[in-house]
């Protein structure tokens, strides 16, 4: 069998601090016998001499596209534009199985050049559930930018920290009115990490899941200062929020934060907003009268950079150890030639 290559990229993304890789894992990966080369990045939270003392092999920045055929690429957020044809196995997110803008554009990328995607949404145990995930620090964060949002502590451009910073900020202040907070999806990871970040800021949350979302009840939806939506929907639901339930009156609600971001997807449980917002304008104003602020942040762990990777990087690093053509990694595939067949993308 042909020895293990993993080649960790650097993200193209200017607000991307996070790695699905840190380097104390990094050294475990390498002492197993596989080969670990680390692209220079300088926006990366670890810098890339930490992974040069763990053993790591240094290269230039994008210098993957001509790394040799058989390097499975190891990256988090979407690929640069270019080339056009991709020959790498590619781990990271891809966000191309559910119609979502672009994805068929990438897929047909993977198909010219006869590589694959094994994408990290979709490495997933024998019941489906995800094996790594960066949910509870998406949750976290964004019920914490919330709470500050609706407090009128929430400045832009906003950067990364640490936990600790973020909590003292989060505690209330005698000044600090009370509000009501609503969780959709409480009981996974993402909503986990809202109620965490909720209890920090001094709030108990209203917690619905699916018994409450089967049926839901949009007027007590409506009556809560604060909401965070943490489902990622798989199969068409009713939508939780529409433009006329923006549009009334009585309307309570105030400060909406999408953590999924599924704006574009025809599952989108909030299709009420067309664009994301980033670190620069992190708020949208969706409505004047009563006001409705928007955080749709797609890449929020990424503002607690080294906390998020070292939860993910444990997660992961069991699968890479066990990296191979089935198991999870064998769903992995069979999903990605599954949505290539469904877009009617064919390798040439």
């Given at each position: 069998m042909t020895e293990l290559h993993l080649w960790l990229r650097h993200e193209a993304r200017s607000t991307e601090r996070r790695t699905p890789i840190v380097p104390s894992d990094a050294r475990r990966l390498l002492d197993s016998g596989v080969t670990v080369t680390v692209e220079e990045s300088p926006q990366r939270i670890f810098p890339v001499e930490e992974y040069e003392s763990a053993g790591c092999r240094v290269a230039?920045?994008?210098?993957?596209?001509?790394?040799?055929?058989?390097?499975?690429?190891?990256?988090?957020?979407e690929l640069p534009d270019e080339p056009a044809r991709l020959t790498h196995r590619h781990i990271f997110f891809g966000h191309a199985y559910?119609?979502?803008?672009?994805?068929?554009?990438?897929?047909?990328?993977?198909?010219?050049?006869?590589?694959?995607?094994?994408d990290l949404e979709y490495l997933v145990d024998d019941d489906g559930r995800r094996l790594a995930a960066f949910g509870f620090w998406a949750g976290y964060l964004g019920?914490?930018?919330?709470?500050?949002?609706?407090?009128?502590?929430?400045?832009?451009?906003?950067?990364?920290?640490?936990?600790?910073?973020?909590?003292a900020t989060l505690r209330p202040a005698a000044r600090d009115a009370g509000f009501t907070a609503l969780v959709i999806?409480?009981?996974g990871r993402s909503?986990?990490?809202?109620?965490?970040?909720?209890?920090?800021?001094?709030?108990?949350?209203?917690?619905?899941?699916?018994?409450?979302?089967?049926?839901?009840d949009r007027r007590a939806l409506l009556d809560?200062?604060?909401?965070?939506n943490a489902v990622l929907a798989t199969s068409p639901v009713p939508p939780f929020l529409r433009d006329q339930d923006l549009d009334d009156p009585a309307r309570r609600l105030r400060t909406l934060c999408d953590v999924t971001c599924d704006v574009g997807s025809p599952l989108n449980v909030l299709p009420v907003y067309d664009r994301t917002t980033d670190w620069d304008a992190p708020v949208r104003r969706l409505r004047e009268e009563p006001p409705l602020d928007l955080i749709a942040i797609d890449n929020l762990p990424s503002l607690l950079?080294?906390?998020?990777?070292?939860?993910?990087?444990?997660?992961?690093?069991?699968?890479?150890?066990?990296?191979?053509?089935?198991?999870?990694?064998g769903r992995c595939l069979d999903r990605f030639r599954r949505a290539r067949r469904e877009?009617?993308?064919?390798?040439?």
């Open positions: 230039p920045a994008g210098s993957w596209v001509s790394s040799p055929p058989d390097t499975v690429v190891v990256g988090l957020k559910k119609q979502q803008p672009g994805a068929a554009a990438l897929l047909r990328r993977f198909a010219a050049g006869g590589g694959a995607l094994l019920a914490a930018l919330a709470v500050l949002q609706h407090r009128g502590r929430l400045t832009a451009p906003l950067a990364p920290t640490t936990k600790d910073a973020l909590d999806g409480a009981l909503g986990r990490g809202a109620r965490v970040a909720f209890a920090t800021a001094g709030a108990d949350p209203t917690c619905w899941d699916l018994p409450e979302t089967r049926d839901l809560h200062d604060v909401m965070v950079p080294k906390e998020s990777s070292t939860d993910f990087s444990a997660a992961l690093l069991p699968h890479l150890l066990d990296f191979g053509v089935s198991g999870p990694w877009l009617g993308v064919t390798e040439r």
